[in-house]
């Protein structure tokens, strides 16, 4: 199982969460990091970065971000090519982006709750 556990209260994290249901082949599953199974996947979680978990593997930051867009239909796999570039340059991109999110995207007052459509897809 493939499981992308993200910032529930995040309006940047959300929005990449529904990119994701939008373009998915069925392949994940979701967590907000807030949740008892968010929790649980990723014990010492920051929310300043997504996660994919798969299986025992644990992916953060740029590198999750870049898995994600491999599994989803085409053309987003081909940003996967992105992983060439080593994690010190790619890391600090994405840090600042996830710094900032709530200052240039806002946030929730309460995690994400998934419509009765996707409430298979969420842990």
């Known amino acids: ?10 309006n940047l994290c959300n929005g990449f969460v529904d990119f ?3 373009r998915d082949r069925g392949t994940f599953k979701f967590a907000a990091l807030q949740t008892q199974v968010g929790r649980a996947l990723v014990p010492q979680g920051d929310s300043e970065t997504v ?3 798969v299986g025992t593997q644990i992916y953060n930051r740029s590198t999750a971000a870049l898995k994600v867009m491999q599994r ?7 940003l996967a090519v992105l992983l060439i570039i080593p ?4 890391d600090p991109i994405y840090d600042w982006v996830a710094h900032n999110r ?3 995207f806002g946030k929730r007052e309460t ?4 419509t ?5 897809r969420f842990l």
Do not use: N, Q, S
């Open 1 to 10: 199982m493939k499981v992308i556990v993200f910032d529930g209260i995040c």
């Open 20 to 22: 994701v249901i939008k």
């Open 51 to 53: 996660y994919l978990v």
């Open 72 to 78: 989803l239909r085409f053309p987003w796999p081909l």
């Open 87 to 90: 994690k010190m340059i790619r």
């Open 102 to 104: 709530y200052k240039w």
């Open 111 to 114: 995690c994400r709750l998934p």
């Open 116 to 120: 009765p459509d996707e409430k298979a």
